[in-house]
């Protein structure tokens, strides 16, 4: 290798090619093909990855860049997710062979390395052999800190053992003749490599018996993971078997629970032809109460997503906008690939803006084209709990007294295919931590569909007793006097002996109503039958927020910024509409006029958050900024909101690769949003308001350094600067909102 070592002054104004010559010449490089190979470190939930130690393929020379200050470290190359999710895992590190090429012009200078370089894109392939030219020493274990011939080896088995793992379902007999197999292969490897360090050491007799040693491991770490393979298939038994118990416990507790309610519906059905003649029950009722429930609704003709689109997320957002586009419509690209992704979230949305900036319009438009219904709920000035958001069991009626939004879940159950976009408009009237934190809370459950119980199991008990005495007080009344000829309640009461013996069965003086008891009994017996005691949240369906920031509105609260996210409007006549014309006229669909129609897990469901990873680039950077900024501001940020933002990025990516503007688009929805306070209050030798202008702006400008391409409705820097502007003309109360 020429060792070389360049300054930063003499690489400052050179060419790519240039600095790529140096690199060529510095590396013994002679045809321009960086061909390489290393370490990839486990994954873990990062999406992207570094290569380690690399050694180039053509003189199995390790690499160091020739730049002064980095000529002591060994390179490490940054591999974008493409490749690290194809060559790398998330438990165990990889050797990876791939081809470099020069980092973006922006990565080098953050880096201060001006031949920085990255791996190729879709050149990225596991290392199934050891190069030809492998130096000697890696193979050798002969120090604690050169034990990679091991760990070469240990890579290479685990590609296999993880694919033989990854289909635990098949015949383990067959899959564990298949890793043998894979083994053996790999032991065939180990010698090829055994005979090359042979060549290599000149027949050395210590060196060749440590090579000898390595196969011997190989043979070891063989018994070890056939013995791992049993112990898996042993505890696949075991956890089959408490699966077994945990569903025959669920379904024993699930009859239990519903046992009242059946007893009821079972006395129902056995009384049907009574309960109608004496109009205790409507037809409808009684159909609904004892059939299942079935859609009542029939999807729209549209494109399937999942067939016509291969689930492709960039495209379903071409044609929606070409959709809505062809309806006069017109949203940016921005918006719909944001949207989208935050409904994909399962999070509460919250669309902010002024009056007519076309956040509900945003609802309704999207709901018709992707097939799905819409269902806008004012929000009252006077809610103040659960009750005005589900309503509640009044016992003086005896029946539960429903409201639009407790409806609109009802009908997105019975219509499970469909999605359903819940819309509380003018969100803010009211304090939404009064009336919606409750359900808030239940929006907190990842792991499962969470429940709401409406009204006590007990009531159908109550319903089911005073129905039975009711019944049969009028069938021995009529048995008695042998009055068959009485059809309905109505001529039950014009017979007088009837009427009189009816009174007397149920205690009531002249001065007491049967009808209005009748009436109470059919409206009770109602209740219970068209309204169920308890529900769960329908995976079908989405809840949006869409607020006004005006006198008459109240500020969201801590508690709900920390569970929403917050996606901004504008006035549509602030938008380009030529730019978002030009950006339809790019697609190439022939025809946008139906709908498209998700399935709907496709538009998102509900899964644990991804986990914490300290070592994870986007947690990296904002621990970060929580210590320099968010923590000295007064800025609410927890772990929460961070497993939030991976949760956000990660869907992000599947509508738009820029990983920039997925952390630009989460300070807009997450951050910002947490920004009123006194700006005039000192931190150290700023006060907070000089903090936000002089040193967090221009720190968020260096970590989004393609701000300048965003639209400024979109940009968090513009955001920024917007909120200092004002903070400054309102006496230094700073203010996202204002």
């Known amino acids: 290798m020429n060792e070389v070592i360049y300054t930063q002054d003499e690489l400052k104004d050179l060419s790519d090619n240039e600095l790529l010559a140096i ?18 470190p486990a ?22 860049y020739p730049v002064q200050g980095l000529e002591k470290e060994p390179c490490r190359f940054f591999m974008a997710p493409h490749d ?6 998330k438990k165990q590190q990889r050797f990876v062979r791939c081809e470099l090429e020069l980092s973006p012009e922006s990565e080098r200078k953050k880096h201060n390395n001006p031949l920085s370089l990255c791996v190729k894109n879709g050149t990225g392939e596991n290392l199934l052999y050891l190069p030809k030219e492998i130096p000697p020493d890696i193979l050798i274990d002969s120090n604690s800190d050169n034990e990679r011939a091991h760990f070469i080896s240990k890579s290479i088995y685990d590609f296999y053992y993880e694919k033989a793992l990854s289909d635990m379902d098949e015949d383990i007999k067959k899959r564990q003749t298949e890793l ?7 032991e065939n490897e180990a010698n090829k490599s055994l005979e090359l360090s042979k060549y290599a050491l000149k027949n050395t007799e210590e060196k060749r018996d440590a090579a000898i040693n390595l196969v011997k491991k190989l043979h070891t770490r063989h018994g070890d993971l056939e013995q791992l393979i049993q112990r898996l298939s042993r505890e696949k038994t075991l956890k089959q078997d408490e699966l077994q118990k945990l569903t025959k416990h669920y379904a024993q507790t699930e009859v239990a629970m519903n046992s009242k309610i059946e007893r009821l519906k079972n006395y129902v059905s056995d009384k049907a032809l009574f309960l109608k003649t004496f109009e205790f029950v409507d037809e409808i009722d009684l159909d609904y109460f004892l059939r299942e429930s079935k859609p009542q609704s029939e999807r729209v003709d549209g494109v399937s997503f999942s067939e016509m689109l291969n689930g492709d997320y960039q495209k379903a957002v071409s044609y929606i906008q070409q959709h809505l586009v062809r309806n006069d419509i017109l949203y940016s690209r921005h918006i719909i690939e944001n949207y989208i992704t935050l409904l994909r979230t399962k999070d509460l949305i919250i669309l902010a ?15 018709k084209a992707v097939g799905g219904k819409s269902i806008i709920v004012p929000v009252k000035p006077n809610w103040t709990s659960s009750e005005d958001l589900l309503g509640y069991y009044n016992p003086l009626e005896k029946k539960y007294l429903s409201t639009p939004f407790l409806e609109a879940m009802i009908d997105a159950q019975k219509n499970p295919e469909i999605p359903y976009f819940i819309c509380l408009d003018e969100m803010n009237l009211a304090r939404i931590e009064y009336y919606f934190a409750d359900f808030l809370s239940l929006l907190e459950t990842r792991d499962e569909d969470p429940e709401i119980t409406l009204y006590a199991e007990d009531e159908s008990s109550h319903v089911l007793s005073e129905l039975k005495a009711v019944v049969d007080i009028i069938q021995s009344t009529k048995q008695k006097y ?11 009461l014009k017979d007088e002996t009837l009427n009189s013996q009816l009174r007397l069965a149920f205690g009531f003086s002249d001065k007491d109503s049967l009808i209005k008891y009748h009436s109470e009994v059919r409206r009770m017996l109602s209740a219970v039958m068209t309204m169920p005691k308890r529900i769960k949240m329908p995976a079908n369906v989405h809840i949006i927020g869409a607020i006004n920031i005006d006198e008459t509105t109240h500020y969201l609260s801590p508690k709900i910024l920390d569970r929403a996210h917050v996606m901004r409007f504008e006035s549509p006549l602030l938008s380009d509409w030529d730019a978002i014309l030009q950006e339809v006229a790019e697609y190439d669909f022939e025809d946008t006029s139906k709908p498209l129609l998700f399935d709907i897990e496709a538009l998102g469901y509900r899964s644990n958050y991804p986990k914490f990873d300290r ?35 990660e869907l992000f990516q599947d509508v738009n690769n820029d990983a920039e503007l997925a952390i630009n688009n989460f300070l807009l929805h997450k951050v910002l949003p947490k920004m009123t306070f006194d700006g005039n209050k000192h931190v150290g030798e700023h006060t907070k308001l000089e903090l936000i202008e002089r040193v967090f702006s221009e720190r968020i400008k260096l970590q989004l350094p393609s701000y300048e391409n965003y639209s400024e409705v979109f940009s968090a820097v513009h955001a920024i600067e917007n909120i200092v502007k004002d903070a400054k003309a309102n006496d230094g109360v700073v203010n996202f909102w204002s």
Not at 353 to 367: R, Y
Not at 621 to 648: D, P
């Open 615 to 649: 070592s994870n680039r986007f947690c990296e950077l904002f621990i970060e900024l929580n210590k320099e900024f968010f923590h000295k501001l007064g800025v609410e940020f927890g772990m929460r909101t961070i497993r939030q933002g991976l949760n956000y990025l």
């Open 84 to 89: 690290a999710f194809s060559c790398g895992s």
């Open 180 to 186: 043998e197999k894979k083994l053996s292969e790999q």
């Open 353 to 367: 803006g002024d009056s007519g900036s076309g956040k509900t319009n945003l609802v309704k438009s999207f709901a």
């Open 23 to 40: 690199l060529a010449k510095s590396w013994g490089v002679d045809d321009g093909k960086f061909e390489v190979w290393g370490e990839l």
């Open 482 to 492: 042998n009055q068959d000829g009485v059809v309905n309640f109505i001529e039950l």
């Open 43 to 64: 994954l873990g939930d990062a999406s992207f990855g570094f290569l380690r130690n690399p050694y180039l393929v053509k003189t199995g020379e390790r690499l160091y």
